[in-house]
């Protein structure tokens, strides 16, 4: 849709973007500015002139894309990060039991879950997202939306009402679906969410995280982690703490703000883009890779082909590390999961249909 705005070699077929993004041509320069002028000639004084806020900006940006109307999310810290947050901050003073997981979850959330488990005496069960049991002893639900794995997609509609009926709040993690799929927070009354911005955002490695608190459940969003960036008056280092009365309540420490500008800078290629076209655009993608794979070669294809579904294929190989290893000597850029998965992104601002029939023919060649 928009390829001519990244800087993909000569010669590669990058379809890893579900890890990290490709990198935007302006954003090099963009931050040779940051650095330079914001950093180097303005020092200190630049954190009033847009980096104190450029968390909550960011946030709105992202927002944008992820159906939050403004005020509502916040850049900063890692997904896992937020995952804590989002979780302590559902779980306070509940009187229900348990934590409920996705069991094929991203291992991250699942540690976290256990860690909040351990501090809040809540027990974690992991249940399958079809049989997920919601009841009157659950506190909260975490849920990713698309499976880092496989690519399936959780029904966030179904799931958040389901959730919603036993009176439980429920998490979602976009990671692997913000910047694929059309997402409706506001509009599904989501409670929380959180994803990482370094896949199909393009922020870059170990770009910030965001978080998503709904107005309404912002006065009471208790942040474990009350850090003076969170703080209503932040420079009047009082020695109690009293939350921001908005999103900022998010906010943890000071904000890395090289890496958050280069985030801010690679969103502009998300300007006037309509979420519903990068959607049929990458299951168009998708689907193509798909075909192709099944006419070329044996291979077991684990992404469930029905819609809703994410903009990855996963396939099943037995020998998937040196099959990739291959790929990637020729090329062709994905990744695999232990032990035998071969994974393909479809980043619809940057793949196009020749690379996916020439990703797919190169690895026929390889495994046939
Ligand atoms: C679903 C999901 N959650 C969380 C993470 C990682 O979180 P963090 O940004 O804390 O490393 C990933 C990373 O791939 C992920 O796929």
Not at 25 to 47: N, P, Y
Not at 187 to 197: I, K, M, T
Request: aromatic content about 8%; hydrophobic content about 45%; proline content about 5%.
């Amino acid at each position: 849709m928009r390829r001519e705005l990244f800087d993909i070699p000569e010669g590669v077929i990058y379809l890893d973007g579900n890890s990290l993004g490709a990198l935007p041509k302006h954003v090099a320069a963009r931050m040779q500015e940051v650095i330079s002028h914001q950093w180097g000639t303005r020092l200190i004084r630049s954190w009033s002139e847009g980096w104190w806020e450029a968390p909550q900006r960011i946030g709105d940006r992202i927002g944008r894309l992820i159906g939050a109307a403004e005020g509502q999310v916040v850049v900063g810290d890692s997904t896992s990060v937020n995952v804590f947050k989002a979780l302590m901050a559902a779980v306070k003073g509940t009187t229900r039991s348990e934590i409920v997981v996705d069991e094929s979850t991203f291992p991250t959330d699942g540690y976290i879950a256990q860690s909040v488990g351990e501090l809040t005496g809540l027990k974690v069960r992991a249940a399958q997202p079809s049989s997920l049991d919601i009841n009157e002893d659950t506190a909260v639900v975490l849920l990713n939306h698309v499976d880092y794995r496989t690519g399936a997609m959780l029904d966030m509609a179904e799931l958040t009402g389901q959730a919603h009926a036993a009176g439980a709040p429920v998490v979602w993690d976009l990671c692997h679906s913000a910047g694929v799929i059309p997402i409706r927070l506001d509009e599904l009354q989501v409670d929380y969410a959180v994803g990482c911005s370094y896949k199909f955002l393009n922020g870059g490695p170990g770009a910030p995280a965001f978080i998503y608190v709904p107005k309404h459940k912002q006065a009471t969003f208790e942040n474990p982690l009350s850090g003076w960036n969170g703080h209503r008056a932040p420079f009047a280092m009082e020695a109690s703490y009293d939350p921001d009365p908005g999103i900022a309540r998010a906010r943890v420490g000071t904000p890395d703000i090289l890496s958050m500008l280069a985030l801010d800078a690679a969103l502009d290629v998300w300007d006037d883009v309509d979420m519903q076209v990068v959607w049929k655009c990458g299951l168009s993608l998708t689907a193509q890779f798909r075909t192709h794979v099944t006419r070329l070669t044996s291979l077991e294809i684990i992404t469930p082909d029905e819609i809703p579904r994410g903009n990855q294929i996963s396939i099943r190989c037995a020998d998937a590390k040196n099959v990739m290893d291959e790929l990637i000597a020729r090329g062709v850029i994905g990744d695999h999961r232990p032990p035998d998965v071969l994974r393909f992104g479809f980043a619809p601002l940057y793949v196009t249909s020749g690379d996916v029939l020439r990703a797919a023919e190169i690895l026929a060649e390889i495994v046939n």
